[in-house]
C-alpha cells in the first residue's frame, strides 16, 4: 500500500467547531450558549517548520470578532503539542457542563496530513518521520472527538496553505519521490462522511493548492472573514460564498477557497437571521483581559511618544515607533565590520511598538509565577574573565548579583518566545520578539553611523553599558573602551542616557534576541522590515543583536549581528518585545 502524505504548510489554520443559534420559533427564543477556544501557533521551533507571522494576528482577531458575536472566548498563542491536548479537554469539559448551542474551536499554524487524516503541530513539533505525528501533533479528528455531542452546526475552518518546504525534507529534495509517495503541497478536503454531519468545513484555497499570506496583518482568507461573518442576515452557506468572492478578488483569482456542508434543512447564522423576529439574545461576552481595548491603549501609546506606555499593570513600558525606511546592515567603508552584516540594503517598515527597556528580572520573575514555568539550571557565565558554562547558573542567579531592576539574562530564545506568548495571552494584544529588521531601525533612531551615538566608540559609555574601564577593573584581559560606564556587570535598566527615539540600552547590557533565525549574511533577506524565517544557514540558530556588558568595541556597532543556538542561555544574552499595531 502506497503511503500518501498531504502538507497542510499552514500560516493559518482555522478550526472553527461551532455550534450556531438555531432559529426555532419567533414564540420560543432563548439564550445561546457560545463557547470558544482559540488557538494561533506561530513560534515553531524545528528547521522544517519555519516560523509563521499571521497565526497569532488572525487568532487574536478571530477570537475577537467571536467574542463580538457573543462567544465566551479564550485565546491560546504559541502552544505546545501537549498543551494544546490539554486546553482542548479543558474546553471539552466546559462543553459538557453546559446547554451548548454554539462551540467554536479555532486553530492558525502548521499541520500536515497523511492517509487521509489531518495533524496539527504544537510549536514544539519537530517531525521527522510518519510516525512521529501521533506525537507531534493533534489530529483532527481527535479535536472533532472533543465536540461530540454538540448537537448543531460545526463550523470548521482552515486557512491555509503555506509552503513550508515540508515537502521537500519529508522527500529528501527528490522530486519523483515526492510524487511517488503522494507528498503534495496544499489541503485535500476531509474524507470522514460520519463526522462531517450537521458540519461546515470551509478551506482557504482549493484542494492541493496554496493561500497567500498576504503583507497586510491578516492573510486574505481571514481578511475576508472578519469582514463578512460578523455581517447580520447572512445564512452561513451564503457567508462563505462571499468569502471566496473577496478572496478571489484580493487575490486577483490566484486563491479559490472552497467549502464543504453536510447539513439537514435547517438554516444557520451567525449575526442573526434574516427574519423580522428577534433573534435569540446572545450571551454577553467576559470582561477584556486588558484594561485598555487596543486601539485605546495604542491611541495613548503614540499620544505619550518617547515617554512610553504600559498596556497593564507589570506589562513592559513600550514605546511607538513610526515606520520608513533606512539602510540596514553596515556599509562597505566601515570599520570593524563583519562579511555577515552585508550587504546594505534599503528595508521599508510599518510603525510597531517596542519595549523601552529590556525585560527585567521582575517582569520575568511574574511570568515564570504566573505559568510555573519550569527553568531548569544551565548558563554559560564569566568566571575569572572567562566564559563558561555552569551547570547551576539561572536567570535568578547569573553568577553576579541583580535586582528586579537589571535586565534578565540566562534566558533562551524559547523563554523569550514563551514570555512573549504570555504576555499576549494576558493582554489579547500581539506581543513578540521584534524582527532584526525592527530592531536595527529602532537601535538606530535615525543615525547612519557606526555607533548610534557617533563617534567615536568610547563616546558610547553614557549610553551603553559595555566592556569598559569598570569591568577592565574586575576582569583586567579584556579588550575594553577608555571610559566608565559604571558598572562591571549588567546595570538596572534606563541607568544611561536612552537613544534618539528614547529608548534605553539598545546598545550595551545584554545582547538581545530577535525573532529571525541565523543566516550568514543579508543577501535576500525580506525588505518590508519583516523576520527571516526560512533557509537558515544554522536551523537550529537565532540572531542575537546589540552586545551587552562583556562586548567591545567591534561588537557595539549598530549593525552587529550574531548567531546563537536557540537553546543556549548566557549571562550577557537577554531580551525585550515588540508590539504589532493595530493598521
Known amino acids: 500500500m502506497r503511503t500518501e502524505v498531504k502538507l497542510w504548510c499552514w500560516a493559518g489554520v482555522a478550526l472553527t467547531a461551532a455550534l450556531l443559534a438555531l432559529w426555532v420559533a419567533p414564540a420560543r427564543a432563548e439564550k445561546p450558549a457560545r463557547l470558544a477556544i482559540v488557538i494561533g501557533n506561530g513560534a515553531y521551533e524545528s528547521a522544517h517548520l519555519p516560523r509563521l507571522p499571521n497565526p497569532t494576528n488572525d487568532a487574536t482577531d478571530i477570537a475577537r470578532t467571536l467574542r463580538g458575536l457573543g462567544f465566551e472566548t479564550t ?39 497523511s492517509q487521509g487524516e489531518s495533524y ?73 462522511a460520519a463526522e462531517t454531519r450537521d458540519a461546515l468545513i470551509a478551506y482557504a484555497t482549493a484542494a492541493g493548492k496554496t493561500a497567500e499570506d498576504g503583507r497586510a496583518r491578516n492573510s486574505p482568507y481571514t481578511a475576508a472573514l472578519l469582514k463578512i461573518l460578523p455581517t447580520p442576515g447572512i445564512e452561513i452557506d ?6 471566496r468572492s473577496a478572496v478571489l478578488t484580493a487575490t486577483r483569482r490566484s486563491q479559490a477557497p472552497d467549502h464543504q456542508s453536510q447539513r439537514g434543512a435547517r438554516n444557520y447564522y451567525l449575526a442573526g437571521a434574516a427574519t423580522s423576529a428577534p433573534l435569540a439574545e446572545p450571551a454577553a461576552p467576559p470582561p477584556a483581559p486588558r484594561p485598555d481595548a487596543g486601539a485605546t491603549f495604542e491611541a495613548r501609546l503614540r499620544a505619550a511618544g518617547r515617554a512610553g506606555a504600559t498596556e497593564c499593570a507589570g506589562c ?182 536612552p537613544n534618539g527615539w528614547g ?42 543583536r546589540g552586545g551587552g556588558w562583556t562586548s567591545f568595541p567591534g561588537n557595539i556597532r549598530s549593525a552587529w549581528r550574531a548567531g546563537l543556538a536557540r537553546t543556549s542561555k548566557s549571562s550577557s544574552v537577554g531580551f525585550r518585545v515588540a508590539r504589532s499595531l493595530l493598521e
Open 120 to 192: 496539527l503541530f504544537g510549536v514544539d513539533a519537530d517531525p521527522r518521520a510518519l510516525s512521529d505525528l501521533r506525537r507531534d501533533a493533534v489530529s483532527v479528528s481527535e479535536l472533532m472527538s472533543h465536540l461530540r455531542g454538540v448537537a448543531g452546526l460545526r463550523l470548521v475552518i482552515l486557512d491555509a496553505c503555506r509552503d513550508s518546504g515540508m515537502v521537500s525534507y519529508l522527500a529528501g529534495g527528490e522530486p519523483r519521490l515526492a510524487r511517488s509517495a503522494g507528498l503534495e503541497r496544499g489541503l485535500a478536503r476531509f474524507p470522514k
Open 316 to 497: 513592559p513600558e513600550m514605546v511607538a515607533i513610526a515606520g520608513g525606511a533606512y539602510l540596514m546592515g553596515a556599509p562597505k567603508t566601515e570599520t570593524l565590520k563583519r562579511r555577515r552584516e552585508e550587504p546594505q540594503h534599503r528595508v521599508r517598515l510599518k510603525s510597531f511598538a517596542i519595549g523601552r527597556t529590556e525585560i527585567t528580572v521582575g517582569q520575568y520573575r511574574r511570568f515564570v509565577a504566573a505559568t510555573k514555568r519550569k527553568t531548569g539550571p544551565g548558563c554559560w557565565i564569566v568566571v575569572d574573565g572567562s566564559h563558561r558554562e555552569s551547570p547551576t547558573a539561572t536567570w535568578d542567579s547569573p553568577g553576579f548579583a541583580q535586582t528586579d531592576a537589571h535586565p534578565v539574562t540566562c534566558i533562551s530564545w524559547r523563554d523569550a518566545q514563551a514570555y512573549a506568548a504570555w504576555l499576549s495571552r494576558s493582554t489579547g494584544a500581539q506581543y513578540r520578539l521584534p524582527t532584526e529588521a525592527e530592531w536595527e531601525y529602532a537601535a538606530r533612531a535615525g543615525t547612519t553611523t557606526r555607533y548610534p551615538w557617533g563617534h567615536p566608540a568610547p563616546a558610547g559609555c553614557p549610553y551603553a553599558n559595555v566592556s569598559d574601564e569598570t569591568a577592565h577593573a574586575r576582569y583586567s584581559k579584556w579588550i575594553f573602551l577608555d571610559c566608565a560606564d559604571g558598572f562591571a556587570h549588567t546595570g538596572p535598566v534606563a541607568s544611561l542616557k
Open 75 to 113: 485565546l491560546h498563542l504559541d502552544l505546545s503539542t501537549r498543551d494544546m491536548v490539554a486546553q482542548l479537554r479543558r474546553f471539552r469539559a466546559a462543553l459538557r457542563k453546559k446547554r451548548v448551542e454554539i462551540a467554536a474551536v479555532f486553530f492558525a499554524g502548521h499541520a500536515i496530513q
Open 238 to 243: 451564503e457567508a462563505f460564498r462571499r468569502v
Open 503 to 544: 529608548l534605553f540600552d539598545m546598545i550595551g547590557n545584554v545582547n538581545e534576541w530577535v525573532a529571525d533565525c541565523a543566516h550568514s549574511s543579508h543577501k535576500g533577506a525580506p525588505t518590508d522590515g519583516g523576520a527571516r524565517l526560512g533557509g537558515c544557514d544554522r536551523p537550529k540558530a537565532a540572531i542575537i
